[in-house]
């Protein structure tokens, strides 16, 4: 109660002399901030559209605006990421004033060159742009799209069968283990590409209900933390180069094994009962037939 109080109470008390240093730096580091300026507006604007966008896109409960482009490919959050970042190519940076008549002498050409400039100018993204993580986190799709092509998915998937002979948590814990392996290697979203439709057919031919294999491993996917390819968060803090990739997998390590013991915890006590995973349901149940009916 005594520190809620202090930490909550705004009864003037003497400062320390550090807090004091503290607090004037960070006064002054604020002030050279300066207001609010017309770009960081429109970003500030184009961000929050493009949230609303993401959630608008298919809401589930009405129908979203991808509704309006009967082909696929043309309404993902990608389309509206791009769409929104290649207009800030074209505003420029500088708030237009439109009906003034200028009032400046023709030499302050220069300042209307500079007016007429975009916020983000190719060579400013070209020096700013991170492209290892770009190419870093786009290796991971194709290698996933590869995967999937070659036929590699589903022969790791034939692979899998034998695992028949062992009992369902056993099965289980093997395919998390496997994940939580993979995905430091590769990218979340292409561990989940590859991994979850194998899943699903193992589940299908094993009579496991699919439940009990995607939820851990879908949780397991997201204990990439030992390495920078692992997902574009690690891929950002290594990048500064202030770990090295040893310092990464130390920490990293630790982290895993504790997350993989409290998911296989969690899915063999109460997700159990809580999603009926002693069944398998009908809708796991996918037909083959392809052909005409």
């Not at 060579?123 to 770009?134: G, L």
């Not at 028949?164 to 979203?189: D, R």
């Not at 439940?211 to 692992?230: D, E, K, R």
Request: aromatic share 12%.
């Amino acid at each position: 109660m005594t520190i809620f109080k202090e930490t909550c109470s705004v009864s003037k008390k003497k400062k320390t002399k550090r807090e004091e240093m503290s607090e004037k730096r960070i006064q002054e580091e604020y002030e050279k901030l300066g207001s609010i300026s017309y770009p960081e507006m429109v970003t500030a604007f184009f961000f929050i559209l493009m949230t609303l966008l993401w959630f608008t896109r298919e809401p589930g409960f009405v129908p979203g605006w991808s509704s309006l482009f009967e082909k696929k490919g043309y309404r993902t959050d990608a389309t509206v990421s791009v769409f929104l970042g290649f207009l800030l190519f074209l505003i420029p940076a500088k708030k237009p004033c439109f009906g003034k008549k200028g009032t400046e002498d023709v030499t302050d050409s220069t300042d209307d060159d500079n007016s007429a400039e975009p916020i983000i100018t190719w060579k400013d993204f070209q020096k700013t742009m991170p492209w290892e993580i770009v190419v870093l986190v786009g290796g991971g799709y194709a290698l996933a799209a590869g995967c999937k092509t070659s036929g590699l998915s589903t022969w790791i998937g034939r692979q899998m069968l034998t695992l028949s002979s062992l009992p369902f948590w056993a099965v289980t814990l093997l395919a998390c283990i496997l994940v939580s392996i993979v995905t430091e290697f590769v990218s979340n979203p292409a561990t989940i590409t590859i991994f979850l439709p194998i899943l699903c057919s193992m589940s299908e031919t094993l009579q496991i209900n699919p439940l009990y294999t995607l939820i851990p491993v879908a949780m397991c996917i997201s204990f990439a933390v030992m390495l920078p390819v692992g997902n574009p968060p690690n891929a950002i803090v290594f990048n500064y180069g202030h770990c090295q990739i040893k310092d990464m997998v130390k920490a990293g390590f630790g982290v895993n094994l504790i997350g993989l013991v409290v998911v296989m915890v969690a899915i063999n006590t109460w997700g159990i009962s809580l999603f009926q995973l002693n069944t398998f349901p009908d809708w796991a149940i996918v037909s083959n037939f392809t052909g005409p009916s």
